[in-house]
């Protein structure tokens, strides 16, 4: 059995800053496990620029980004392990983990850092009818074979799924010399960035069919084609609207799960909304000492967000292994109401906030000039003006510890439409 | 002559309408924004639309086969797809550091293409 005081699961952006952050808070004996060939994360296959600029005020590419992490990590000299996998983690903090090196081992960590990410939701999750020939892909192992192994999944390409992934990989599709003929969304709105939008379909005239799904699939060993169908508002087919793409290429781009099958079987809870762990001020699971930050916790679009949230975990994963457990104080419940998805955290334990606490939301559906309310129970703390609000992208809110404890046992988030 | 074009400078994502004139003290009118980025944005995006390329090479003698690079600076958008050729001829062989010229002022733009990361020898 190795001891450990903090291990970190996952060596992505998230775990690499957690790590980093708990190195700087004082702690020495950190293991970082990585089930990959090399430290990044998904960062690697996110050859696109548009990263970092939040935290390093440059719009860097998804390498440079995580290289930077990766350069930092190294210089604190923080332990490492490769191709080795994380199988199993107990209530107790026991961790069962496999390598090619060096086979099974046990470790015991009196702090665990969960920063598994999260995977693509695959066609089996949303059920296309048809037939299941080959040249169906989610759109990320796509942009895995296309950006690093050198491999071009197909000649003649059907999107599903608008979001940032699926818009970025219709534009690398174009520029390794694919035919793309359509980017088809199941929504009104796409839940990609306007800048996607313009420069990686209108900049090579690929349609964006909102309103439209997929309903059969044809092909027998390879892929032939997608019969496309514009929905009605309860998002049922409308017969008479059925088109046929050819294709040899079907990416799927609809979604993301976070990858808890670890947090389960450790007894962490789960919330039902975002698919990860329940956590408080701390960052901190159902489970005390197991911690968990980034994807794995909610899915995030932006990298910059990921390294602030996954930081602030590494500070509390430090504080828990070295400060003797103190009183936390009233716990606050934090409470999405109309329009709002999730809030992460989901509970604030106020001897546990410095100065004030960022939360992170998500709303349910596209907003424009509107305002976003913070209460506690009845009292408004706060009223924040937007221009725009959309599912597609999170929403961070800093709030005063003060407001907090003013009030009462619930802090609420909603927005208040016509507002001005 | 109208077009309309879609601001980025911001979530909204106006639709921008520019009407090009052929006389007068403004040489565009231009209606649809919501604030003045996008004027800005607009005629830019008329007269000179640039893009950084992202995109990636061959390399030899690295866990991976292929290795991202990018513009070092946008290049004009017509030029992309030339630009791309250029990027194709070429095999790399490892190791690589993060910011090394792959090619310098990529066909006369000024713009270097640049490692966006680093690539270590397979140890043999
Ligand atoms: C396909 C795809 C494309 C994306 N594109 C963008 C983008 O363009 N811009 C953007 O800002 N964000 C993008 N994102 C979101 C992106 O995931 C986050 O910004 C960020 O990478 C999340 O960091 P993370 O560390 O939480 O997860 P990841 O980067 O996914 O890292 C998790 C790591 O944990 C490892 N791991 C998982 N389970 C285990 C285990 N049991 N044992 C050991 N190791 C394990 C994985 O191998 C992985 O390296 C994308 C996400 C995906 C899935
Ligand atoms: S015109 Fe102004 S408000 Fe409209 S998208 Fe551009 S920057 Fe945003």
Redesign the interface.
């Known amino acids: 059995m190795y001891n450990y005081d903090i291990v970190v699961v996952g060596g992505g952006p998230a775990g690499l800053a957690a790590a980093i952050e708990a190195r700087k808070n004082g702690v020495r004996n950190i293991l970082v496990v990585e089930r990959d060939?090399?430290l990044g994360g998904i960062l690697?296959q996110c050859?696109?620029?548009g990263f970092g600029l939040h935290i390093f005020k440059e719009?860097l590419?998804g390498?440079?980004y995580?290289?930077r992490f990766i350069d930092e990590f190294h210089r604190l000299e923080i332990e490492y392990k490769l191709d080795t996998m994380v199988l199993n983690i107990t209530e107790d903090k026991t961790m069962k983990l496999v390598s090619s090196e060096y086979g099974l081992m046990h470790v015991k960590a009196k702090a665990i850092i969960l920063a598994m990410g999260c995977r693509e939701r695959t066609r089996g999750a949303i059920n296309i009818p048809g037939t299941r020939p080959a040249g169906i892909f989610s759109a990320g192992t796509a942009q895995r074979f296309?950006?690093?192994?050198?491999y071009m999944p197909g000649k003649k390409v059907v999107i599903l799924g608008s979001g940032d992934i699926g818009l970025i990989m219709a534009r690398t599709m174009v520029?390794e010399g694919a035919k793309v003929s359509a980017v088809v969304e199941l929504m009104p709105y796409s839940g990609g960035?306007?800048?996607n939008?313009?420069?990686c379909l209108?900049?090579f005239d690929i349609p964006l069919l909102l309103n439209h799904t997929i309903i059969n699939i044809k092909g027998d060993e390879r892929l032939e084609g997608v019969t496309v169908a514009e929905v009605d508002s309860s998002k049922k087919a409308i017969k008479s609207t059925e088109k046929f793409f050819e294709c040899d290429t079907l990416l799927l781009s609809v979604g993301l799960i976070p990858e808890n099958e670890l947090s389960i079987n450790a007894g962490i809870e789960l919330d039902r909304k975002t698919g990860g762990a329940v956590v408080n001020e701390s960052m901190e699971t159902s489970v005390a000492g197991i911690f968990a930050c980034g994807n794995v916790l909610h899915v995030h679009d932006l990298v910059d967000w990921v390294t602030e949230e996954s930081r602030k975990t590494g500070k509390s994963a430090a504080k828990y292994v070295y400060e003797q457990p103190s009183e936390g104080g009233r716990t606050i419940e934090t409470i999405a109401e109309e329009g709002i998805s999730y809030i992460v955290p989901h509970e604030i334990r106020t001897k546990k906030v410095e100065d004030k606490i960022d939360i992170y939301l998500r709303v349910d559906n596209i907003y424009?000039d509107v305002i976003l309310l913070i209460k506690t129970d009845s009292k408004i703390i706060k009223r924040i003006k937007k221009?725009?609000l959309?599912p597609g992208?999170m929403e961070s809110v800093s709030i005063s510890i003060e407001d907090i404890i003013s009030g009462g046992a619930k802090l609420t988030v909603e927005i208040e439409k016509g507002g001005q | 002559m109208r077009q309309t074009i879609?601001?980025?400078a911001?979530?909204?994502?106006c639709r921008v309408e520019v009407e090009e004139k052929s006389q007068g003290e403004k040489k565009y009118l231009i209606s649809g924004h919501k604030c003045i980025r996008g004027e800005k944005y607009a005629i830019e995006e008329i007269t000179n639309p640039t893009?950084?390329l992202?995109?990636?090479v061959?390399i030899r003698n690295a866990?991976?086969?292929?290795l991202?690079i990018?513009t070092d600076g946008v290049i004009a958008?017509g030029l992309?797809f030339s630009c791309?050729e250029e990027i194709d001829k070429i095999e790399l062989q490892a190791p690589i550091r993060?910011g090394d010229v792959i090619i310098e002022n990529v066909l006369n733009t000024g713009v270097d293409i640049v490692a966006?990361?680093?690539m270590n020898a397979i140890k043999i």
């Not at chain 1, 296309?146 to 050198?150: D, F, L, W």
């Not at chain 2, 866990?63 to 292929?66: F, M, T």
């Open positions: 060939r090399e690697n050859i696109h620029n719009e590419t390498p440079e995580a290289e296309v950006n690093m192994e050198g520029w960035l306007t800048r939008i313009v420069q209108e900049d424009e221009k725009h959309a992208e | 879609t601001c980025i911001c979530p909204l994502g893009r950084v992202t995109y990636t061959k866990n991976l086969s292929r991202p990018k958008k992309l791309i993060i966006s990361r680093s």
